[in-house]
Structures are given as structure tokens and as C-alpha cells.
């Protein structure tokens, strides 16, 4: 199993940028999709970005296409997201996991995902 460690966050101004990192740790990090995952305080755990194992695909949620890019290191077992024109809405505690396979579609969910960060909070101020 595939341990995720994120950093990055923060408190910003709507309209500023900031990028996440996950470092993954303990098994061959090609073996699977990543994906970044979020959760405002009372609401659910929502979709993101997703990358495939070779990093030539991605998917993201419409809330934030054009504004976020993911992208991922292999030399460096690291998965990106950049996060730019951040708006309020964005705020959350912001999640790293590993998919169960390579692949990345548009229709991921949590339930494709077997490994998990501990969450790192963004929080953008108006």
C-alpha cells in the first residue's frame, strides 16, 4: 500500500494561486492514477483531478477546469496541484489518493481510490 503525505496549503486571497504536493512512499508510485480529492467543512468529499500512471491524461471537476492543473513527477514520487484564480468557494481541506489502477477516467469517484493523505487545508479569504 502506497503511503501519501500533502503539503502546501494554506490561507490566500481570492484570485492568488497556490500548488499542493503529495509525496507517495512505499510501493511503485507508476502503478497508479492519482487524484486530488476535497471536502468543505458539512458537505461531502468531492472530486477533483485525477492523473493516469503516465501522467499524459487527466480529468477534472468543472468547478475548477481552466483554474487547476495536476501533474505528477515519477522521479520524484510527487503529484501536483496547482491551483490558480482561487475563489472562496475553494476552500477546504484538500486530499491526495491512489487510485486501485493505472487508469484515470472522467467519472472517478472516492470508491476508485485505495490510499489516502491526511488532507491539507486551503483556505481562501474574499
Known amino acids: 500500500q502506497v503511503q501519501l503525505v500533502e503539503s502546501g496549503g494554506g490561507l490566500v486571497q481570492a484570485g492568488g494561486s497556490l500548488r499542493l504536493s503529495c509525496a507517495a512512499s512505499?510501493?511503485?508510485?507508476?502503478?497508479?492514477?492519482m487524484g486530488w480529492f476535497r471536502q468543505a467543512p458539512g458537505k461531502e468529499r468531492e472530486f477533483v483531478a485525477v492523473?493516469?500512471?503516465?501522467?499524459?491524461?487527466?480529468y477534472y471537476a468543472d468547478s475548477v477546469k481552466g483554474r487547476f492543473t495536476i501533474s505528477r513527477d515519477i522521479a520524484k514520487n510527487t503529484v501536483y496541484l496547482q491551483m490558480n484564480s482561487l475563489k472562496p468557494e475553494d476552500t477546504a481541506v484538500y486530499f491526495c489518493?491512489?487510485?486501485?489502477?493505472?487508469?484515470?477516467?472522467?467519472?472517478?469517484?472516492?470508491?476508485?481510490?485505495?490510499?489516502w493523505g491526511q488532507g491539507t487545508q486551503v483556505t481562501v479569504s474574499s
Open positions: 489518493a491512489a487510485g486501485s489502477t493505472r487508469y484515470a477516467i472522467p467519472t472517478m469517484t472516492s470508491r476508485d481510490f485505495g490510499s
Open positions: 512505499g510501493h511503485t508510485f507508476m502503478s497508479y492514477a
Open positions: 492523473i493516469n500512471w503516465t501522467g499524459g491524461v487527466t
